[in-house]
């Protein structure tokens, strides 16, 4: 038998989550103490699977896969917040780009310049997302520069 590290709950041996709090964990198959198995938490690590996933949070709209299927980790439910809070973000900007362009070259068609630099600072949400994306790799739990402080799911 196994123990969850978390919440003490007794489990078969080879189980990759606690029935009973939902952690994810991983078991040492060499057990020479004639104890319990060790259990490692995977907190940080993941599997291969779950960080594909996780990695989703920031492209946008794709954010709503991992929302769905794997937010029962700390680790999970924080990217997933951060790719939340990004794409809102982006969804702003976008719609306030769009009615500034329109408002600015209504007045002057040499407004252009002020447009263009906005859509190029546009590139601010495609580095956020690559940061968020190694932070995944890394399993760091790092907030996003200016926006990553906001919650929208709780974890």
């Given amino acids: 038998m196994m123990i969850c590290p978390k919440c003490g709950a007794e489990m078969p041996d080879n189980t990759c989550t606690c029935s009973n709090c939902g952690e994810v964990l991983t078991s040492i198959s060499s057990n020479t103490h004639g104890g319990d198995s060790i259990i490692l938490n995977m907190h ?12 989703m949070s920031y492209l946008g709209f794709l954010v709503i896969v991992p929302l769905m299927l794997c937010k029962n980790t700390e680790l999970a439910r924080f990217h997933i917040n951060q790719g939340l809070v990004l794409f809102i973000t982006e969804l702003t900007y ?27 600072a546009g590139i601010v949400f495609v580095v956020y997302a690559a940061m968020g994306i190694a932070g995944v790799i890394r ?5 996003l520069p200016v926006i990553g402080s906001c919650k929208i799911i709780k974890y």
């Fill in 44 to 55: 940080h690590t993941g599997n291969i699977t779950d960080n594909a996933l996780l990695c």
């Fill in 94 to 120: 976008c719609a306030l780009f769009l009615f500034t362009r329109w408002l600015l070259l209504a007045i002057s068609p040499w407004l252009s310049v002020i447009v263009a630099v906005m859509a190029a």
């Fill in 139 to 143: 399993g760091e739990t790092r907030e």
